[in-house]
C-alpha cells in the first residue's frame, strides 16, 4: 500500500524567503510522485512531477523538489516567496502500474506574510 | 495538456433529492477515471475508480448504493449522489490518466450544497 505524510499542515515564510514544504512516501514500488497546488474553491494544478528520470524536478511557478530514495522523500523548496504563492499543497503517489491511482497527502497550507 | 471537464460546478439540492456530475476528458480517451471528494480544510479522498465499460471499483467505506458510477464511454463518468443528505455535502473532483504524461489530469471540481 502507498501512503504519503506531509509534516505541517500549516507553513508561514515572509516574502522573499525560502519555502520549504516536507512530504516523505512509503510504496512498495519504484512511485511517481507529484506536487499539486490548490487555490480556495478551485482543482488541482500540478506543479512537479517526478517520474524516474531526473531526481531534481523543476516545476513551474520556480518550485523544485528532489527525490531522495534512501530518505523516502519529496520536499518541495522554493528559493523565494511570492504573496501569490499563498495556497494549499498537496504531497501525491501514484502506483507505476495500478492505473494512476493516485494517494494525496493531508495537505499543507502555506501562508506568504508581506 | 489534456483537459478535464466538470459539470456542474456548483450544484445545490434539497436533502433527498439525486444529484448527477459529469467528468469529460475532453481531448483523449480515458478507459479509467477516478472520483475524490473534499471535505473543506481537508485532503482529496478517493472514493472509487471508474472504468469503462464495467463496474466502479470503491474505496473501503465508500456506499456503492449512495454513489453511483457509471462510465458509458472513452469520454465520459458519471457520479450520481443517490438520496443526498446535507452531510454529502462536499467538493467532489474526478480525474483521468493521460498515459503518454504519466500523470493525472483533475478536473475543476463540482461544489455540492445539499440543503
Known amino acids: 500500500a502507498q501512503s504519503v505524510t506531509q509534516l505541517g499542515s500549516h507553513v508561514s515564510v515572509s516574502e522573499g524567503a525560502l519555502v520549504l514544504l516536507r512530504c516523505n512516501y512509503s510504496?512498495?514500488?519504484?512511485?511517481?510522485l507529484f506536487w499539486y497546488v490548490q487555490y480556495p474553491n478551485q482543482g488541482l494544478q500540478l506543479l512537479l512531477k517526478y517520474t524516474s528520470a531526473a531526481t531534481l524536478v523543476k516545476g513551474i511557478n520556480g518550485f523544485e523538489a528532489e527525490f531522495k530514495k534512501s530518505e523516502t522523500s519529496f520536499h518541495l523548496t522554493k528559493p523565494s516567496a511570492h504573496m501569490s504563492d499563498a495556497a494549499e499543497y498537496f504531497c501525491a503517489v501514484s502506483d507505476r502500474g495500478g492505473g494512476f491511482k493516485t494517494i494525496f497527502g493531508a495537505g499543507t497550507r502555506l501562508f506568504v506574510k508581506a | 495538456g489534456a483537459v478535464v471537464s466538470q459539470h456542474p460546478s456548483r450544484v445545490i439540492c434539497k436533502s433527498g433529492t439525486s444529484v448527477k456530475i459529469e467528468c469529460r476528458s475532453l481531448?483523449?480517451?480515458?478507459?479509467?477515471m477516478f472520483w475524490y471528494r473534499q471535505f473543506p480544510k481537508q485532503s482529496l479522498m478517493l472514493m472509487a475508480t471508474?472504468?469503462?465499460?464495467?463496474?466502479?471499483?470503491?474505496e473501503q467505506g465508500v456506499e456503492k448504493d449512495k454513489f453511483l458510477i457509471n462510465h458509458a464511454s472513452l469520454t465520459l463518468s458519471t457520479l450520481t449522489v443517490t438520496s443526498a443528505h446535507p452531510e454529502d455535502s462536499s467538493f467532489y473532483i474526478c480525474s483521468a490518466p493521460s498515459g503518454g504524461a504519466n500523470e493525472q489530469f483533475f478536473g475543476p471540481g463540482t461544489r455540492l450544497t445539499v440543503l
Open positions: 471508474s472504468n469503462e465499460g464495467s463496474k466502479a471499483t470503491y
Open positions: 481531448d483523449f480517451q480515458a478507459t479509467t
Open positions: 510504496s512498495s514500488v519504484p512511485p511517481y
